[in-house]
């Protein structure tokens, strides 16, 4: 897929106050500090697009991206270590869930995994929450050029069998760096794969 044009649309307190337009979604999410921002400014070629920040969690919206005015790419909140108050924490968590399991348009979420690390806790309960309610995903492996390759496939292959401790059936994987724009060809690819079936079935 070749990206002629990304434009921020909207940031969104509220599932109601999102885009109302029929126009598929692939929303972005992962743990504060995952690199999303960087990701995201790297798949659309855009390097200002989406805000990147020296503070973790500062995406506190709902933010839409069109995309050769085709398709949308949402920004969502992290989740994790971000220093906010149990209420607006709470808040953040609400609009998220409503997001994720009523958003008709969303068709797929890419969850970012920093593939520096160990299985976290937090990223495999929310994994194994998306697929319990049947949300549609994909895992992005993030930072990769920070490891060697080795390093790379071995955590990436831990991570993938302790998924298999729940999963009968993995869900697919990308393994990204938004510094060597490793992975970039792949991802577009898989939405574009995604895009034309959706069209094919309409």
Not at 64 to 82: C, K, M, Q, S, T
Not at 103 to 125: A, G, T
Not at 131 to 149: C, I, Q, R
Request: aromatic share 10%; with cysteine; net charge neutral.
């Amino acid at each position: 897929m070749d990206i002629k044009t990304s434009e921020f649309t909207i940031s969104s307190p509220t599932l109601e106050a999102c885009p109302r337009d029929t126009k598929p979604e692939y929303a972005f999410i992962g743990r504060s500090n995952v690199g999303k921002s960087s990701l995201i400014n790297m798949l659309c070629n855009h390097k200002g697009l989406a805000k990147t920040s020296a503070t973790p969690g500062k995406t506190l919206l709902i933010n839409h991206f069109i995309i050769n005015r085709e398709w949308y790419l949402v920004d969502l909140p992290g989740y994790g270590f971000a220093k906010r108050s149990k209420s607006v924490q709470q808040k953040i968590e609400n609009m998220i869930t409503s997001y994720l399991l009523m958003r008709e348009q969303l068709v797929n979420v890419f969850v970012l995994i920093d593939v520096r690390h160990e299985p976290q806790k937090i990223d495999l309960d929310f994994i194994n929450w998306l697929g319990e309610s049947g949300v549609p995903f994909a895992l992005v492996f993030t930072k990769s050029d920070k490891l060697s390759a080795l390093r790379v496939n071995e955590n990436v292959k831990r991570y993938m069998e302790t998924l298999s401790e729940y999963w009968e059936e993995l869900p697919p994987y990308f393994v990204t760096s938004s510094e060597k724009k490793k992975g970039r060809e792949e991802l577009l690819d898989y939405i574009d794969s995604i895009n034309k079936q959706l069209k094919i079935e309409n």
